[in-house]
């Protein structure tokens, strides 16, 4: 956005609906790049512009379904929100693309274990790849872990303002732990359980723990299925693996809906591969040999 106040207005609606700083400057970049694209205040922009816009990133710039449904929510909040254009012109302006259907991909328990075993030559990151898996967070909550939020007398771990700012709790292995606990007399953290490297007053930051989930995965030499999410997914594919209940899996990960966890069960090997075909069940004659 080339105007200041205008700017301003969208971060303190955003800001007042409670959304996260993340969002936020995702949703104002939007907005930005839109204006750029016109060298124009997207104030005085028309419907007709917008969908031009919608049209180009969809044909041009190589954008998922994912993104482009960003791009889309953040121009809706910001017509609707801050310039409060009719709901009906947003939606024929704003159509929202469709999305492909992605299944999360893990790793094997064997893929995990060689990964922390020769992955990380810094135990803080050892320590940090661990506690993303052996705890299923998502990136950000584990990076904003406070060492106030390891429960070792009940062996839990407490996740605060986790995804749609909601408080949860999860499981704290034992080996985790003892992993935390050497972790801790060697870097001894005072807030933050993962402080950044140069300044110890703030938390590690996504990109940081990336780079070396990056580094990890090629020092171990597995393929690459992702981000470290892939930690998480692998947490939810092995704890359903091991027959434990969806709902408990639920719980453990903070999802919303039951539906959500039930992807799981499609990335889960050990559950496709006793399934049985119907086929196997009908009865068959010995199947006779080809006539010479």
């Not at 971060?11 to 700083?21: A, F, N």
């Not at 993340?22 to 839109?34: D, G, K, N, P």
């Not at 922390?116 to 990136?139: D, V």
Request: charged share 20%.
């Amino acid at each position: 956005m080339k105007t200041s106040p205008l700017r301003q207005r969208f971060i303190e609606t955003l800001t007042l609906k409670g959304y996260s700083p993340r969002t936020i400057e995702t949703y104002v970049s939007v907005v930005a790049q839109l204006a750029r694209y016109y060298q124009r205040s997207p104030a005085e922009l028309s419907d007709q512009e917008i969908r031009a816009y919608l049209y180009h990133l969809h044909t041009q710039s190589g954008y998922s379904g994912s993104t482009l449904n960003v791009v889309v929510n953040g121009l809706r909040c910001f017509y609707r929100e801050v310039l409060q254009r009719p709901l009906g012109r947003l939606e024929q302006a704003l159509p929202r693309p469709k999305q492909a259907i992605r299944r999360p991909q893990a790793y094997s328990v064997e893929e995990v274990h060689r990964l922390l075993e020769h992955g990380f030559l810094c135990p803080k990151y050892r320590a940090f790849f661990m506690t993303l898996y052996g705890a299923g967070l998502r990136i950000s909550e584990a990076c904003h872990l406070k060492v106030e939020h390891i429960d070792s007398a009940r062996m839990l771990v407490r996740v605060e303002q986790g995804k749609g700012k909601k408080d949860r709790y999860t499981i704290l292995p034992q080996h985790l732990l003892e992993e935390l606990r050497t972790y801790y007399r060697t870097y001894r953290p005072r807030t933050w359980l993962f402080p950044a490297t140069r300044d110890e007053r703030k938390p590690l930051t996504d990109r940081t723990a990336q780079v070396a989930f990056t580094q990890g995965l090629r020092r171990a030499g597995l393929p690459r299925k992702g981000g470290p999410h892939c930690l998480r997914h692998s947490f939810a594919t092995h704890l359903i693996e091991a027959n434990t209940p969806v709902h408990v899996v639920q719980q453990l990960l903070g999802h919303n809906s039951v539906r959500t966890t039930v992807g799981y069960l499609h990335v889960s090997r050990q559950a496709v591969a006793q399934i049985q075909s119907p086929l196997d069940a009908m009865n068959w004659a010995p199947a006779s040999a080809p006539a010479l």
